[in-house]
């Protein structure tokens, strides 16, 4: 047999890609049901506070002048709601004041060290825009007195927990009573106390941790700065295999000390389905309401961890889709916000080598940094974004403190949903689209006004813009009586935007 000539072959092949793509799109009948009981808290971000203190002093680049121009700039085009910052004893209190915890030597604090002047930088720049701020003391360096004796992570467990609840407190009387900040709403004593709170060499029983923030709360109580700072417990990482162990401890045994619970995810990636991810964060909500408490994501990202520094998918456009999926799934199940871990590639030590430079951000750092490295060879600017900035900016862009959730479900578990309703009034419907299949959506929604024209915001492969201005919408009107009809493209983040 020959093969037909090329127009031939065309003819008959062009019907068939046809019918080949339309049957490719899914229809979908959407009706917006009831909401969620939980109002959003905020999406947010980390950002430790370590541009000024350990970038800026590099010699790589960095200047002072780009936390304005650059940092601070987009943080306001983001709209970020909340800011989850580090912080370390040492930077404060480098030696013991004295041995006695209930009687403070301020002569020795260093309040003014550089990691000090680097932190209030970002609180200024929190206080201005009016963003909420937790603040995490990480954890007992090994070289600072309040390890002890402990090792096995460069944080540890602190061997004295009055002393630690002395140093935290030192540290929230002077930002909040002194400073001023009223941006500090939150605080965390120890990130991830669930591996990180190592006693003798070995990961302590969590009732240690329990008894520690006990501890802490009563030290707040006593220097009457309890009611100035919600508690966020718990901070347990996801422990590689969604274990909800600690945290079912924490809620057990902290109902009384915490306001609020916080867990971390790295679990979910492109082969997971939504519903696993919505199942997840649907027991932490159960556990953290079983004692009438709001659960929190933390921290996220994908689960393509190379160590703590990096995630293979980073400069992926599909990571996009991704960390949208993780969002609408967690909002969905009742979290009451999460916080991208993290907002900027940087440094956290400034003699510290290439590999422990974190590079999850949003944006990337200055090109100089990444000098030699094939993956960044083709750099043009200085903190080039990264196209999940695009996707990770429509959410926090268009989704409010205090906005209500109507969780959605459409019939492809790899295409997330859902409608939020801000408190202005105003309806947007999410929907990040992982899969390479169209949808064809039609929304019902019983509790809208109908409104004829939406904004439609559209993350697609060939749709970013080239820097980081935000993603610009076009505009749908639809017959006033019908249902709203869109279709969600393969591979997309789409957000429909009542006007
Ligand atoms: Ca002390």
Partial sequence: MTFPSFNLYRLLLLPLLASAIVSRASSTDIVVGSPSPIK???????????????????????????????????????????????????????????????????????????????????????????????????????????????????????????????????????????KH?????????????????????????VSEYIEMCRILDQRFRADNIRHLVRFSLSDNSDGGSGTHEFLAACTRHLGQEADIFNSHTYLFGYETPDSVIFKWEKANVSLAQSVGKLHFIGEFGSNQCLGATRQADINRFERGILMARIIINCLNAGAAGLSYWSLIDQYYGK???????????????????YQGDSLYQHLITDYEVRPQYHAYALLTTHINEGAEVYPLTTNNDFCAATAIKNPDGHWVYAFANGSETDMDIRIKNPYAVQKNRFKVYSYTRHSLPANDALIAPHTKSIKPTSSLRYRIPANSVILLVQE
């Fill in 40 to 178: 959003i808290l905020s999406l947010g971000a980390e950002l430790d506070p370590h541009f000024f203190s350990q970038n800026v002093t590099r010699a790589d680049g960095v200047k002072a002048s780009d936390w304005d121009s650059v940092i601070v700039r987009r943080i306001q085009s983001l709209k970020l709601k909340s800011l989850r910052m580090m912080v370390l004893p040492q930077w404060f209190e480098p030696v013991n004041d004295n041995d006695n915890p209930f009687t403070t030597d301020t002569s020795r604090l260093t309040f003014n060290s550089p990691e000090m002047q680097s932190l209030y930088k970002q609180l200024d720049m929190a206080q201005k825009l009016g963003i909420h701020v937790n603040l995490t003391l990480w954890g007992a360096h090994i070289s600072h007195f309040l390890s002890g004796h402990n090792r096995g992570n460069w944080v540890v467990a602190p061997y004295d927990y009055q002393e630690w609840a002395e140093n935290f407190s030192i540290l929230i009387r002077h930002l909040l009573l002194t």
């Fill in 181 to 205: 900040y009223t941006c500090i709403r939150e605080i965390t004593p120890v990130n991830e106390p669930d591996w990180s709170f190592i006693i003798d060499g070995k990961r302590a029983p």
């Fill in 351 to 369: 003699d510290e080598g290439y590999d422990a430079m974190q590079q999850l951000g949003l944006w990337k750092s200055v090109r100089k940094m």
